[in-house]
């Protein structure tokens, strides 16, 4: 019986990893971009926000229609992304309300 999945494309390549968040906050000039909650948040936000749009466009059929089971799949990662960028957000708060987080410094 034949595989249902697509042969992989040329064109489709992995993402390339990414930079430790000390490589994140840090401008061409080797000066640091910002608080060390700027690059942490960014290097958390821009993931989760890619994944939370992949999957509302699984979940909406912009790829087709899913099985019921892949549907519901996708619906309860779509709901644990949501709960994830809660937690980050929630967190990314707290950071910033820490002495010593704020300004550039490392806390």
């Known amino acids: 019986m034949p595989s249902a999945r697509r042969p992989r494309s040329a064109a489709v390549s992995r993402p390339p990893r990414q930079a430790p968040v000390e490589d994140v906050r840090a401008t061409a000039d080797g000066h640091a ?3 060390p909650e700027e690059g942490l ?3 958390l ?3 989760l926000t890619a994944l939370h749009g992949a999957l509302g466009l699984l979940g909406a059929g912009v790829v087709g229609d899913l099985p019921p089971d892949a549907h519901r799949l996708v619906s309860i990662a779509l709901s644990n992304c949501s ?4 937690v980050v957000e929630a ?3 707290e950071l910033a309300q820490v002495p010593g987080c704020a300004g550039g410094r490392v806390c």
């Open 91 to 93: 967190h990314l708060e």
């Open 33 to 35: 971009a910002g608080p």
């Open 45 to 47: 936000r821009t993931p």
């Open 83 to 86: 709960a994830l960028e809660a």
């Open 41 to 43: 948040g960014h290097a």
